[in-house]
């Protein structure tokens, strides 16, 4: 089984707490089952909101107050019912829009000190083939896509909902070669372009999209558990690494998207592992975590964290080099050891808290720190 293959997680009602790879799942799934639904994205911000652009959420015609029928988020629920009502309107005229939304604006019902007063731009677009393309499983992805959607057109030729994706070196979608030209080939995030064409201007969105962040836990015992569902809550596709066969299967840890039985000198073999991987080591046995380490330091993987104290640690190390297999500088910077943030919790969850924590403070290029403490915003902007 693929780490995409499940889609959706199905151990949980799809709402909008859904990470960003079950709300792409959810769109799947209504494309592939032909039953309407609609596909909003936030495509600009001005000043503070709860989402930022490249936010999604499957807004179905049933979707209820809980989010069921649907998944994921474009505000944290004050927009819900507006964006519900406006759904239903997008699915019977069968033409996307976009919708903007002054959270600060007086007298308005989302617009009372909920903590939010920016201004936000909503795309609304009745889910189509011309999606599909965007909304690829992991393994179809690979290093990713651009993906671009009209939001604004004075252009007669060109409707706002139009869209063009990168597409394993060819494209899917069609614009017109004087808009193709301007869309970014090397962006990382998000990005609003505008074009000038004869017909016109033309205002587009632009992103990458990505596979989900790959979560590998070396390890089998119960407290990989909690780390499991949290990285999965958190938006990971997680992987888990047994080396006693008994304890390393699918029913043991039901919400991991691959479960693998080796040993630990076949590590390599068995977990084709990224640069763009995390990994935690947590096996609690001397000997495993020594081989298994030496294996992982053979990776690009360039973030390895280590469960245990340092001394442990330290033990490991000089294991290691003993072995023949120093840990160098540029080994140290990649190694979390202690793996987690400082918490100050010794539960199993609290525990897993702070893994998962480190590894997305580390993956998102964050010191993990205090946000009061931060002049920085506290998410990223457009690149353009």
């Not at 330091?297 to 023949?324: I, N």
Request: aromatic share 4%.
């Amino acid at each position: 089984m693929s780490e995409d293959e499940r889609g959706r997680d199905a151990t949980t009602a799809p709402d909008w707490t859904a990470p960003a790879r079950e709300v792409r799942a959810t769109a799947r799934e209504f494309l592939e089952s032909g039953e309407p639904a609609v596909l909003a994205t936030v495509v600009a911000v001005e000043g503070r909101a709860y989402r930022r652009p490249g936010a999604k959420m499957v807004v179905a015609p049933e979707t209820d107050e809980s989010g069921t029928g649907g998944a994921g988020s474009v505000t944290a629920g004050c927009l819900a019912d507006d964006l519900r009502k406006l759904a239903r309107d997008v699915l019977a005229d069968g033409t996307a829009r976009l919708e903007r939304f002054d959270l600060g604006a007086d007298g308005e019902t989302w617009g009372l000190g909920v903590g939010c007063d920016g201004v936000v731009d909503v795309l609304l677009e009745p889910l189509g083939k011309s999606h599909r393309p965007m909304l690829a499983s992991a393994d179809e992805l690979d290093s990713g896509r651009i993906a671009a959607v009209v939001v604004e057109s004075d252009d007669d030729s060109v409707d706002v909902g139009d869209r063009w994706t990168s597409n394993d070196g060819g494209v899917a979608g069609e614009l017109p070669s004087a808009v193709v030209a301007e869309i970014p080939d090397d962006l990382d995030g998000t990005a609003t372009v505008r074009v000038e064409t004869e017909g016109g201007a033309v205002r587009l969105f632009v992103e990458r999209v990505r596979p989900p962040p790959r979560l590998v836990v070396v390890g089998s015992n119960a407290d990989v558990r909690p780390v499991v569902d949290l990285a999965r809550s958190a938006g990971f596709r997680v992987t888990v690494v047994g080396f006693r066969g008994g304890k390393a299967t699918a029913d043991r840890f039901p919400r991991a998207d691959r479960v693998v039985s080796t040993s630990p000198r076949d590590l390599r073999e068995a977990v084709d592992l990224a640069a763009s991987d995390s990994v935690v080591l947590m096996t609690h046995n001397f000997v495993d975590d020594q081989i298994a380490l030496g294996e992982l330091l053979a990776t690009p993987v360039e973030y390895v964290g280590v469960m245990g104290p340092s001394d442990r640690f330290e033990r490991l190390s000089d294991a290691l080099a003993s072995d023949g297999r120093g840990i160098d500088d540029a080994d140290r910077e990649r190694i979390y050891a202690p793996v987690g943030l400082d918490l100050g919790g010794g539960s199993p969850y609290q525990v897993a808290h702070s893994i998962v924590a480190e590894a997305l403070a580390v993956r998102n290029g964050r010191p993990g720190g205090h946000l009061r403490t931060s002049d920085r915003p506290i998410h990223g902007r457009d690149q353009r």
